[in-house]
């Protein structure tokens, strides 16, 4: 399965759902008036994880520097969080099972900026069993608190990520384009060090060239782990 950004195009006047051609803004504004989740799938002939990816696609915004901040905010958009309801994906995913849906869920919310939420789905994901994001989107919220003695340990629960691989790849040249090599070597020490992203994030000065840097890499961070969640329910 293509990553969650893959599913996106943008052809000039609005982001678009690669594999149907269905406008991003027709899946959301019918999420936002309170429609059904598969309801508005099926309407519109979309796989379920086109409708996921249309609210990652509102959640990260369609530019590099858009997405959520380093620091947890108010969501901004709050009439799409109901959309990313239990019930909701239940509806989307019916095969799947309900400790990796609320994985997804954690992730869809915490890029919505819906903190609480998040951070329930997913401490019960993991309570539930649930190993392969729900840990890492756990550490995210805390890092994005910010509280980053617990964000430390949760990644240490999370322990060398398989994702690690492309996040690195993707932050290289960000990295290389902020002009900071010491914040790049730490960053990229030993292919992925998520504790000096933690450093980073939560001692980051707002609105400086390195939080922005660093703003850019976690919306590539959150797409590529959203992609893997999504992957775990749309089997």
């Given at each position: 399965?293509?990553?969650?950004?893959?599913?996106?195009?943008?052809?000039?006047?609005?982001?678009?759902?690669?594999?149907?051609?269905?406008?991003?803004?027709?899946?959301?504004?019918?999420?936002?008036?309170?429609?059904?989740?598969?309801?508005?799938?099926?309407?519109?002939?979309?796989?379920?994880?086109?409708?996921?990816?249309?609210?990652?696609?509102?959640?990260?915004?369609?530019?590099?520097?858009?997405?959520?901040?380093?620091?947890?905010?108010?969501?901004?958009?709050?009439?799409?969080?109901?959309?990313?309801?239990?019930?909701?994906?239940?509806?989307?995913?019916?095969?799947?099972?309900?400790?990796?849906?609320?994985a997804l869920q954690a992730g869809l919310l915490q890029m919505l900026d819906s903190w609480e939420p998040s951070h329930t789905a997913a401490q019960e994901a993991d309570d539930r069993g649930e190993r392969t994001t729900s840990q890492y989107w756990h550490g995210i919220a805390h890092r994005r608190e910010p509280d980053p003695g617990n964000a430390s340990y949760w990644f240490r629960r999370v322990g060398r990520h398989p994702d690690f691989t492309a996040l690195a790849e993707a932050a290289r040249p960000i990295l290389a384009g902020a002009g900071d090599e010491g914040l790049a070597a730490r960053l990229l020490r030993d292919g992925w060090d998520p504790f000096a992203f933690i450093e980073a994030c939560t001692s980051a000065r707002s609105g400086s060239p390195t939080a922005g840097a660093l703003g850019r890499v976690q919306r590539q961070e959150m797409a590529i782990l959203l992609s893997t969640s999504l992957r775990h329910v749309d089997r």
């Open positions: 399965m293509p990553g969650i950004l893959d599913l996106i195009e943008d052809r000039g006047d609005g982001p678009i759902l690669a594999g149907s051609g269905v406008a991003v803004a027709d899946v959301v504004d019918r999420l936002e008036a309170g429609e059904n989740a598969e309801a508005v799938r099926r309407s519109l002939g979309l796989h379920a994880g086109d409708v996921v990816a249309a609210i990652a696609s509102a959640a990260l915004g369609a530019g590099p520097d858009d997405g959520p901040p380093l620091v947890r905010s108010r969501p901004t958009r709050p009439r799409l969080v109901a959309a990313v309801s239990e019930r909701n994906l239940v509806a989307l995913f019916p095969d799947a099972d309900r400790p990796s849906l609320l």
